[in-house]
């Protein structure tokens, strides 16, 4: 997926039972999903489509190291520099929930929140 920073790049389901968002989203949504490597991840990470196309991933966190990653949707905004903006949320009086972290397959993320409490997903994709 191609995007320019500022724009969405991605959504992606945390969660501590894949299997059962796997069999809800396939029944609301229509889903296919299979299961691909990431990296050290015990667990596979589950790529959703639709009509052959994807549109969401559910990754398991019930391995998390950090206590703080909450079950849910996280949605990845694309930014030039990850690492930079995690130091400007702390400035800004945010939290990083999960460092930057490089994924093979899709560039280097982190989780955020800001300073109200609310979770955002940053990504510097490989490809942008």
């Given at each position: 997926m191609k995007t320019q920073p500022g724009e969405i790049h991605w959504c992606e389901l945390m969660t501590r039972d894949p299997k059962a968002a796997?069999?809800?989203?396939?029944?609301?949504?229509?889903?296919?999903?299979?299961?691909?490597?990431?990296?050290?991840?015990?667990?596979p990470y589950l790529l959703?489509?639709?009509n052959g196309h994807p549109v969401a991933?559910?990754?398991?966190i019930s391995d998390a190291e950090n206590d703080d990653l909450d079950a849910g949707w996280t949605t990845f905004v694309h930014v030039e520099d990850v690492d930079r903006v995690c130091a400007r949320t702390i400035e800004?009086?945010?939290h990083v929930v999960r460092?930057?972290?490089?994924?093979?397959?899709?560039?280097?993320?982190?989780?955020?929140t800001d300073p109200t409490?609310?979770?955002?997903?940053?990504i510097t994709?490989?490809?942008g």
């Open positions: 796997e069999s809800y989203f396939a029944a609301v949504a229509g889903w296919q999903s299979r299961a691909i490597a990431m990296g050290e991840q015990t667990s959703c489509e639709a991933g559910i990754m398991d800004l009086g945010g460092k930057p972290t490089d994924i093979d397959l899709a560039g280097r993320v982190a989780v955020v409490g609310a979770r955002i997903g940053l994709p490989n490809d």
